[in-house]
């Protein structure tokens, strides 16, 4: 059984910085493609980070890229999101998925419990 298990949330004030961090289980973790979502309240889910096998090439939404870094443990089945530079828009509930590589994909449409990220100005 696929599971997501997200940490790592809290309150920062803009500027700060967080990790999140995602432990994963029920697959064969390191030949699966990750990736970080978020949704806002009233807004649609969107990406955030995903990051590949092999090499973990990471690719990164246009609204985090420079302040955000998706890296991965395959040792320990973890995947982890670097929050730097924060902001306020950057509030959310945060969570990891399965996702087919190179694209939003969520493979088997596991999703973990979310971790929130709130960030006042």
């Known amino acids: 059984q696929v599971q997501l298990v997200e940490s790592g949330g809290g309150s920062v004030q803009a500027g700060g910085s967080l990790r999140l961090s995602c432990a994963a289980s029920?697959?064969?973790?390191?030949?699966?493609?990750m990736g970080w979502f978020r949704q806002a309240p009233g807004q649609e889910r969107e990406g955030v980070a995903r990051i590949a096998t092999g090499d973990g090439s990471a690719y990164y939404a246009d609204s985090v890229k420079g302040r955000f870094t998706i890296s991965r443990d395959n040792a320990k089945n973890m995947v982890y999101l670097q929050m730097s530079s924060l902001k306020p828009e950057d509030t959310a509930m945060y969570s990891c998925a399965v996702v087919v590589c190179g694209s939003w994909s969520r493979w088997k449409g596991y999703w973990g419990q979310g971790t929130q990220v709130t960030v006042s100005s």
């Open positions: 029920g697959f064969t973790f390191d030949r699966k493609c």
